[in-house]
């Protein structure tokens, strides 16, 4: 019944390595995000996705690639993973242009 | 450029009193939306309330409410009644029709004293 799943909840790896976090919404949204929240709790949005279609890129590094296989599922991969990509990572889902988004619960990365 | 600013870091309250946390925004547009959304330590980001900016009438949600003054750009989130589950960080958001993106502000972390 969760309505945005992110997969995994925790992930520790070593710099270097190339890891991919996995986000499912059963809300019928057409909207998805991705958010980084930092070591101070601040929240920045990445990217976003409208109907499988990027509409957001928020200076975000080219490591970091978002990938919507269909309205339901947005994934991140991220390559060569440096320290400074510790953080959580959160995926939210969201009618477009109506109200609020609706979070996972995050997957805290570690860089090691 | 669109901003959220919540001026305090962290606020205390005892348990049962009343509570506000401060929020003020900065934007050009007319129609948007705004909320408060609160991180317990599970991480979990929970809405706790929304406003449209169209509307008046300030939202309330039980013992959560807000006072929305579209003119000075403020909304503010009054909780009443605090309980020791109300402990966590709260986030003021913003968002517009024209934009896909909710911007939050820093968080304000508080604490309640039993």
């Known amino acids: 019944d969760t309505a945005v799943s992110q997969t995994p909840k925790y992930l520790v790896t070593q710099m270097g390595n190339d890891k991919s976090i996995k986000c499912e919404q059963n809300l019928g949204h057409d909207t998805m995000y991705w958010y980084k929240q930092d070591s101070k709790k601040f929240l920045k949005i990445m990217f976003s996705y409208n109907n499988k279609e990027l509409i957001i890129n928020e200076t975000v590094p080219n490591r970091f690639s978002p990938k919507s296989p269909d309205k339901a599922h947005l994934n991140l991969h991220i390559n060569s993973l440096e320290l400074g990509d510790s953080a959580v990572y959160f995926c939210?889902?969201?009618?477009?242009?109506?109200?609020?988004?609706?979070f996972g619960q995050g997957t805290r990365l570690t860089v090691v | 450029a669109q901003t959220v600013t919540q001026s305090q870091p962290e606020m205390s309250v005892q348990e049962a009193e009343t509570v506000t946390l401060s929020c003020t925004y900065d934007t050009s547009e007319s129609d948007y939306y705004l909320f408060w959304y609160k991180q317990p330590p599970s991480r979990q980001m929970i809405l706790v309330i929304r406003?449209?900016?169209?509307?008046?009438q300030n939202a309330t949600e039980n013992r959560f409410s807000v006072n929305f003054q579209k003119a000075a750009k403020s909304f503010s989130l009054k909780i009443s009644d605090s309980q020791l589950g109300d402990a966590a960080m709260y986030f003021c958001?913003?968002?517009?029709?024209?934009?896909?993106?909710?911007?939050f502000g820093k968080g304000t972390r508080l604490h309640i004293l039993p």
């Open positions: 939210a889902s969201s009618l477009r242009q109506s109200r609020e988004a609706f």
């Open positions: 958001a913003y968002r517009t029709n024209r934009d896909d993106k909710i911007i």
């Open positions: 406003q449209e900016a169209y509307k008046q």
